[in-house]
């Protein structure tokens, strides 16, 4: 069998051919090229292409090991019967762990009895996950949690308005990911996974980092590799003729087919900025995506049921361990000899613009400590996720106030909505509140947190909007305890005597916040008259010249 010598240039046949031309920055080249941008082909073997990047490692993924590309054909199809076959020889999941995910394939966190199918699906969710997690790991990941929380994540839709095998097919795609992600560090060695650790990447998707740094699309790499596995001959040990030339020739429109998401809310950047918004430490509050803002099964329930998940992943036993060492020489073909992934290559690491500051530092130390102990910080599963609005009178905050109120009338509970402001008095606070109003909201998030209290067994619901207006629904809570519980809050917050696990400091401003209240029985009260009643007393407080807070009942 001739082997082909891939050349990644602008000068290739290719670009003849009026192709896409692919070049790769030469420090991620010297890394990879050894093992990624090599083929096994039956044609001439003096011929240069000009190979995508991606297409090299889809093929690299796929060469890698028969246990590879049976999880790569579970999270392609499932249903296929080869799969249904594999995962009776797989073993059974320790039970916790089968049980907990046999929940969440039931759509709502519910007690009813899973089908047979959902529990064979859960098995080999189990058996995946276990395996990705135990290698992420191994290999030092401080983001192994968030991986495991964004395959997650899309299997609590499925009570929403997605159907449960559109659910399952972005988690899978998303573990395809992870998995890929794996295998690349596997070839690498230790320079990827500095990167990905540093604390300056915390926050950012690896999928980003990559297409930033490197230009290499990782959602269309696990996608192809999810496409062309079924093309593998286990026999041959290769990718059939037909498929090896398509992915020599794959331009990256063809690569990335598909990729695009069925939802906004599945796209990794909003799944990422949930999952480190429920793991990420007390630095840092991301904003929850508006795609996010109003799903079925109540927050505090994903955050609970999800933290029990990772729990169990990093207690639970690996039936199939990937078993990749971190930087292990590949052979590089028939009779030559084993070569260094990293052997004469400049370290990436080293090619970083280093930013340690002291308290990213200690954020890179904590998250690795976290994510390799097994079980995720305890703080995170009491964490409120602020959701990101246009205004007041935004559509998807009147719909989800509308749920909320429908729920408490059902149950009889009281219900009051908090709206408020802070107006900075000096432009170092200005500059401090902008700071805090865009991405990371940590004076909002020090509050929200302080009003949960008010009512401990009932999760509040925030919002933020492109107007910098706080507002908070209350749910058990009276307007008056509201009323007197935000001014302490908000007191406490100038003061700087709550939200001590976050950044340090008081403000120098005046807060106008507006209270509007609701006591059972709830009657024909709308979340529109609710909202009205809410603004109106945050406007007139507003006007008042100094910090106030206004409140009214509604009936």
């Known amino acids: 069998m001739a082997r082909y010598r891939q050349s990644v240039n602008h000068n290739g046949p290719a670009a003849r051919q009026g192709k896409t031309a692919w070049s790769l920055p030469k420090q991620l080249l010297s890394l990879v090229s050894v093992h990624a941008i090599r083929f096994e082909m039956s044609t001439t073997p003096d011929m240069e292409l000009s190979v995508c990047p991606e297409a090299a490692i889809v093929h690299r993924c796929l060469k890698h090991s028969p246990r590879v590309r049976k ?3 579970w999270l392609s199809d499932l249903t296929a019967p080869q799969c249904r076959v594999a995962i009776r020889s797989w073993g059974q999941l320790d039970p916790p762990l089968q049980s907990a995910l ?4 039931l759509g709502d966190l519910g007690e009813k009895s899973s089908t047979s199918a959902q529990s064979e699906e859960a098995q080999g969710l189990g058996t995946i996950l276990t395996a990705l997690y135990k290698q992420g790991q191994q290999f030092g990941w401080a983001t192994n949690q968030e991986w495991a929380l964004i395959s997650l994540l899309p299997l609590y839709r499925a009570a929403d308005d997605v159907d449960a095998s559109t659910a399952s097919r972005v988690a899978r795609q998303r573990m395809a990911e992870w998995l890929c992600l794996l295998l690349l560090c596997h070839e690498i060695g230790e320079e990827l996974v500095s990167l990905l650790n540093e604390p300056a990447s915390f926050g950012t998707p690896p999928h980003a980092m990559l297409e930033s740094r490197f230009n ?14 079924w093309e593998y001959s286990e026999n041959e040990d290769q990718l059939n003729a037909p498929a090896q030339n398509a992915l020599v020739e794959m331009p990256l429109s063809t690569l990335l087919h598909d990729v695009s998401q069925l939802h906004h809310w599945s796209h990794p950047a909003s799944l990422w900025t949930i999952a480190h918004g429920m793991l990420g430490s007390h630095a840092a509050a991301p904003v929850l995506p508006r795609s996010w803002v109003d799903t079925t099964i109540p927050w505090h329930e994903v955050v609970s049921h999800s933290h029990r998940v990772l729990e169990l992943l990093g207690t639970s036993s690996c039936r199939l361990p990937l078993e990749l060492p971190l930087g292990m020489a590949v052979a590089a073909g028939d009779g030559e000899e084993a070569k260094s992934p990293s052997s004469g290559a400049p370290s990436l690491f080293d090619l970083l613009q280093k930013r340690q ?6 954020l890179h130390d904590e998250r690795i400590k976290n994510s390799t102990a097994g079980t995720p910080s305890e703080r995170w599963a009491s964490k409120v996720l602020i959701a990101e609005m246009h205004s007041h009178n935004d559509p998807l905050l009147v719909r989800s106030l509308n749920k ?8 009889d509970r009281p219900l009051s909505l908090a709206m408020l402001a802070l107006q900075p008095l000096d432009p170092e606070t200005q500059e401090r509140l902008a700071r805090q109003g865009s991405k990371n909201l940590i004076w909002q998030q020090k509050l929200v947190e302080y009003l949960r209290d008010l009512a401990p067994h009932a999760m509040p619901r925030a919002y933020w909007t492109a107007n910098a207006e706080l507002i908070v629904a209350l749910v058990d809570v009276e307007r008056g ?3 007197y519980g935000l001014r302490e809050g908000l007191d406490g917050l100038v003061a700087d005597k709550i939200g001590g696990q976050y950044e340090s400091g008081g403000y120098n401003v005046h807060y106008f916040a507006g209270v509007a209240g609701v006591a059972p029985p709830l009657g024909m009260i709308t979340s529109d008259r609710l909202i009205d009643a809410a603004y109106r007393c945050f406007r007139a407080a ?3 010249g100094s910090s106030l807070v206004k409140g009214i009942d509604v009936f």
């Open 71 to 73: 999880f790569f054909r």
């Open 102 to 105: 046999e929940m969440l394939l």
């Open 216 to 229: 290499l699309h990782l959602e269309g790499i696990a996608r192809r590799a999810l496409d062309l596995v």
């Open 357 to 362: 500051c002291e308290q990213k530092q200690q």
């Open 404 to 411: 909320l109120l429908q729920q408490c009338k059902t149950a």
């Open 481 to 483: 305890q509201a009323t």
């Open 542 to 544: 507003s006007t008042h």
